[in-house]
């Protein structure tokens, strides 16, 4: 076995006797390296008792090492590739992780937050360039029909523009952000917590078929790894840092999706939140981060996210505007002699100069540019008077 198989088989087993994201397993890697590592762990000297106890715990189950192997080679079966830091695609935003510091954390999903030690991936694009360009959609499971249809618009427009559509691959808005980026024949990617032959959900089995074909499976979980509880949390961290930003389209009070967006917020990037009814309990999620985080960002569409994550100059929304109407190009002279003709009947030139406080001459300049606007007829008796409703039954004067 060469320097680096042994390197790489050593980050295997390390994920394997620790679950990815603890901190002083990252540290002593950064510092001595994962071969080492492993022997000091192996050796029974990790530095902290909890990882002691962990350690021992998986080792009285099997040998590490053999342990490591053995996903490889199940790796390979599968078709799936391991990807490390010493990779040429590996993708270096997720090192950002290692200075993640979440407030008043507590759990150790929370804690425990330091940067990948290894990547397990299907599909043939390299991962770095893939999620270069990408922006993450999340949200809940129990998705409502509001939420899909925004969730898939939001997936179909970013990929219509280049830019890879990352989530969970779970039901609900995760399922609606793929789906839609599969459907306008971009890239996306699903990061799993588990291992890439474990689909979770298993209602999702053909879902994650097709992203393997055209984008790209990752998990930090060797395969067979099962979808434990905490390990979407625990993932979650990944989402938020290999994407330009992340956009949560809908989430209950108590939500995983709620903490990639936290997790964002704590990278310093752009973390986005899609407004939903009052009324809906999928809403109180996104409405409280935009309450209470200020650098949260209220999006309504493509133009929006693309806004935040773009390039600055470059990819700006253009501002909402109803669409003009001829009454907006009015000025303040044609606007008070229009406003001065009755609804239900005709008046003279002078009386409409009179109600409008304007002189006749600009009473006539003023009327008959209204005329060329189709907002004022003249009658065949001199007199002056509103277009009447047109066909729609709309008239040409709002109250």
């Not at 590490?64 to 192997?69: G, I, K, L, S, Y």
């Not at 097709?210 to 979980?221: D, K, M, P, Q, Y």
């Not at 009070?253 to 309990?281: D, E, F, K």
Request: proline letters at 7%; charged letters at 25%; a neutral charge.
């Amino acid at each position: 076995m060469t320097a680096t198989d042994e390197q790489r088989l050593a980050r295997v087993a390390l994920t394997w006797l620790a679950e990815p994201g603890t901190r002083s397993v990252h540290a002593l890697v950064e510092r001595i390296g994962p071969a080492a590592t492993l022997d000091l762990l192996l050796a029974g000297d990790a530095p902290e008792r909890t990882l002691r106890s962990a350690v021992a715990a998986r080792t009285a189950a099997g040998d590490a090492r053999r342990v490591a192997a053995e996903a490889l080679a199940r790796a390979e079966r599968l078709g799936a590739r391991l990807v490390t830091p010493e990779d040429d695609e590996w993708p270096a935003p997720v090192g950002e992780l290692r200075r993640l510091v979440l407030p008043d954390a507590v759990r150790r999903v929370d804690v425990e937050t330091d940067p990948p030690l290894c990547f397990w991936v299907r599909g043939s694009w390299p991962l770095d360039e893939t999620l270069a360009r990408s922006v993450a959609v999340v949200g809940a499971r129990a998705a409502t029909p509001y939420g899909s249809h925004v969730a898939t618009e939001l997936g179909y427009g970013l990929a219509d523009r280049e830019w890879t559509v990352v989530s969970g691959g779970a039901f609900g808005i995760d399922s609606a952000a793929h789906r839609g980026a599969l459907t306008a024949g971009g890239r996306t990617v699903a990061v799993l917590a588990c291992g890439l032959d474990r689909p979770y959900p298993m209602g999702n089995a053909a879902l994650f078929d097709r992203i393997a074909e055209t984008g790209l499976l990752v998990s930090e979980w060797m395969p067979g790894a099962e979808p434990l509880r905490p390990r979407f949390l625990i993932r979650n961290r990944v989402i938020a840092a290999a994407t330009r930003g992340t956009v949560l389209v809908e989430a209950a009070a108590r939500s995983g999706a709620t903490q990639t967006l936290n997790r964002a917020l704590g990278l310093g990037r752009p973390a986005m939140v899609v407004p939903g009814p009052v009324t809906s309990a999928m809403s109180v999620g996104g409405h409280e981060v935009l309450r209470e985080r200020p650098y949260a960002r209220l999006v309504t569409g493509v133009a929006h996210v693309l806004e935040e994550v773009g390039r600055i100059g470059y990819d700006l929304a253009p501002p909402a505007r109803a669409a003009e109407r001829p009454r907006d190009r009015l000025d303040d002279e044609a606007t008070q002699v229009l406003e001065a003709l009755p609804r239900r009947r005709a008046l003279d030139l002078e009386s409409v100069a009179a109600r409008a406080g304007v002189d006749l001459r600009t009473a006539m300049r003023k009327l008959s540019m209204l005329e060329e606007l189709e907002l004022v007829v003249r009658r065949s008796d001199g007199g002056y008077a509103l277009t009447p409703p047109d066909a729609t039954g709309r008239g040409r004067r709002p109250s």
